[in-house]
């Protein structure tokens, strides 16, 4: 095998198997997606909050373009929901409508699994989002948790 072959098989390894190559706290993702894991905590005060892996921010690379972004529920008891009352993705106020929707293309799985796959085009910009989980009927505590984090889009 040539050196440049070799390079090559390393560079595509490490960015499918999501290099961290930022100080950033943001999931990476890269060419085959990226996976987002979501529990729901005791917040210390008698209420409950989401603890997601790097506070749900997730950072785009360069040259990706449709990849995938997937949240998964690892709390019984509760779900992700996908009415048009009752979104567990969707854009904050301060993201327009129009630029979520150029860039966001949503979907779910099931009530534990949910995903959207992003275009990561045009120029780069930060989408807000709110993070949203519903607790199932029989649950105790609050039955919304919320979060509000970002995906930074980088083409």
């Not at 990226?34 to 917040?43: A, P, R, S, T």
């Not at 009752?86 to 630029?99: C, F, G, H, L, V």
């Not at 534990?112 to 275009?119: A, L, M, R, Y």
């Not at 039955?143 to 509000?148: A, F, I, R």
Request: a positive charge; one cysteine or more.
């Amino acid at each position: 095998m040539n050196i440049r072959k070799l390079v090559g098989a390393a560079l595509f390894a490490a960015l499918s198997l999501g290099y961290q190559v930022n100080a950033l706290a943001a999931v990476n993702c890269w060419i085959l997606g990226c996976w987002v894991g979501v529990e729901v905590v005791d917040d210390g005060a008698g209420g409950k909050k989401l603890k997601v892996d790097e506070d749900g921010n997730v950072q785009m690379h360069p040259w990706t373009r449709l990849v995938a972004i997937t949240w998964t529920l690892r709390t019984p008891g509760y779900e992700f929901r996908s009415s048009p009352t009752e979104m567990s993705i969707a854009p904050k106020a301060t993201t327009p409508a129009n630029a979520w929707n150029q860039q966001i293309l949503p979907g779910q799985i099931g009530t534990g699994t949910i995903f959207v796959t992003n275009w990561n085009r045009g120029t780069r910009q930060t989408l807000y989002y709110d993070l949203t989980v519903y607790a199932q009927k029989g649950t105790p505590g609050p039955q919304v948790v919320k979060l509000d984090p970002a995906i930074m889009n980088d083409p």
